[in-house]
């Protein structure tokens, strides 16, 4: 397969991002998971149609399709933020919440999600060049934990976070770059740190945080167009791509 390392040089309001030359000077890498390093198939419209369900919304009507537009584009945000845009008020909102946390953990339990290919070994190869590695995400804790079990996860890294981990806010607000930047100490500034995900949320998570490289990858949610747009300073194929990147390879 050929690698395609895309390098760009984008400004997104008050935060610019660079495709500097000191990639080897990361110290903390932050990745997301669900399309970044796992794959999950689609887990998330399913998810939702359970959700929706509850909700009252039924496939195939209008009001679901726009619904589902909607969880389409947001992905990588929050899930309890999408779900107070869509229900609207606090009560319906963690009603479809709990629902779509309920249903997604039911089909991780159902062992349909996997590991993005190479994921792992890019985690152990930047643990191993000295480099520390935190998995975020943007669904509850209970459905992190049923992911990162199902997989054999949960002693990869020494930090996973998840909204509630950092305050509440997930993304595109930076909190939980930050509060890994702050948990780990791994890095003393926030250009040693590095943002991967696969959906324009990650990325404007990571500008806003002054993550020093702040890459896209094209095995989820959004393309090259919306990374750019963003702010991204990379795109890759893959995170497996990401050890040769901080290696001064890309």
Known sequence: MTTTVTTTTTTTGAATTTGAATTTDIRLVV??????????????????????????????????????????????????????????DEDRAQHANAAFEKAYGELVDGGLIAPVP????????????????????????????????????????????????????????????LAAFLRTGAADAVRQVAVVGDTSYDVISGVRAGAGLVAGVRTGAHGDDAFREAGASHVLDSVADLPALLRGAG
């Open 31 to 88: 990745l997301d998971m669900a399309g970044t390093t796992v794959a999950d198939g689609g887990l998330v419209e399913r998810a939702f149609d359970a959700a929706a369900r509850e909700l009252g919304v039924e496939p195939g009507t209008p009001d679901h399709t726009e619904k589902l537009d909607y969880v389409r584009a947001t992905m990588g945000e929050s899930k309890i933020s999408v779900f107070r845009h869509l229900f609207g």
């Open 118 to 177: 190479g994921a792992r070994e890019a985690v152990e190869e930047l643990t191993a060049d000295g480099r520390t590695v935190v998995l975020t995400t943007g669904f509850a804790r209970v459905t992190q934990d049923a992911i990162l079990g199902a997989l054999g996860w949960r002693d990869l890294v020494p930090l996973t976070l998840c909204p509630a981990d950092a305050g509440g806010r997930g993304r595109p607000y930076p909190d939980m770059v």
